[in-house]
């Protein structure tokens, strides 16, 4: 149950789930400042801070569906944008009109029955595909290579193979009784390699293609901001770090491989064909 009394649909997947709860107490406790008396303007930060978390939680539920393989991912996605063009104007409103405190706390209300409906209408449409299809058993890899991950350029491969090992020790460690400091140390080393692989990637695509290596250098620019978004989360105890890696990583660089290499590097003529991926 949410601070505000709402239910919270479990979804089947642990990092939505946590993370759409942090957003509820979020809006819990800016209603608080309102019905205490907080002046407007230390309340309005709240608010900007708000949108730009539920933004995030956005961004990173839509990896996870279009990762899964949730054929209604890109409708789903124009439902969060529609809800934060919502918020946004009503968020804009408060910052440019004086309003009263009355009037303060009936915005984080209606902030907390919209998110808290769309969680109830919405969110319940992919549920079913996440629960049929549980993180492996404890000691398994959370990520078990297959010729389907291979793009047919044999540097990129291998580097998307040492990631996904990382995941897997990360995965390892985390499920298990271990040290936080050495976790996190693990997971700020995944964070190097990815940074690096994108660089790697982007010489590779710019010498074969410089036109669509733009757009997949923004690519990689989103995705290392939620790369970096998930471990602010896991820092700052909003998820645990088990969740975060076995919810939400392994999506992420499935999505990576699957969904933003592959495509690319076949248009390019770079990926072997079925046949020729033993």
């Known amino acids: 149950m949410a601070p505000s009394g709402h239910a919270v649909n479990e979804t089947g997947n642990g990092f939505i789930d946590g993370t759409h709860s942090a957003l509820l107490r979020h809006v819990h406790d800016i209603r608080e400042q309102c019905v205490d008396g907080s002046p407007r ?15 995030v939680h956005f961004g990173h539920e839509e990896l996870i569906l279009r990762a899964s393989g949730f054929a209604g991912w890109e ?13 946004g104007r ?3 409103y408060l910052r440019e009109c004086d309003v009263s405190r009355e009037f303060l706390c009936t915005v984080a209300g209606t902030l907390d029955h919209a ?9 319940g449409a992919y549920a079913a595909l996440l629960r049929a299809s549980p993180a ?4 398994a890899d959370l990520i078990a290579w297959t010729p389907g991950f291979e793009t047919g350029v044999e540097p990129i491969d291998a580097q998307h193979r040492e990631l ?3 995941v897997n020790e990360l995965h390892r460690l985390a499920a298990g009784v271990h040290d936080r400091a050495e976790a996190m140390v693990l997971l700020e ?14 010489r590779v695509m710019r010498a074969a293609s410089p036109a669509r ?17 998930m471990c602010g989360q896991v820092a700052s105890g909003v998820v645990p770090l088990e969740v975060a890696v076995r919810d939400f990583l392994r999506f992420w660089l499935m999505d990576h491989i699957l969904v933003c290499d592959r495509p690319h590097f076949l248009v390019m003529g770079l990926v072997r064909p079925p046949e020729a991926v033993v």
Do not use: N, W, Y
């Open 164 to 166: 996904a090992g990382l």
């Open 115 to 123: 998110l808290s409906q769309h969680e109830i209408k919405h969110d």
């Open 75 to 87: 409708e789903h996605a124009e439902q969060h944008q529609t809800l934060g063009r919502q918020v």
């Open 136 to 139: 492996p058993e404890q000691g």
């Open 189 to 202: 080393r995944v964070g190097h390699h990815v940074r690096a692989h994108f660089d790697a990637e982007e």
């Open 90 to 92: 009503l968020v804009d």
């Open 213 to 229: 290596c733009v757009s997949h250098a923004a690519s990689h620019t989103q995705m290392l901001g939620q790369f970096d978004a």
């Open 41 to 55: 303007a230390a309340v309005i930060p709240c608010f900007d801070a708000f949108v730009g978390e539920m933004t």
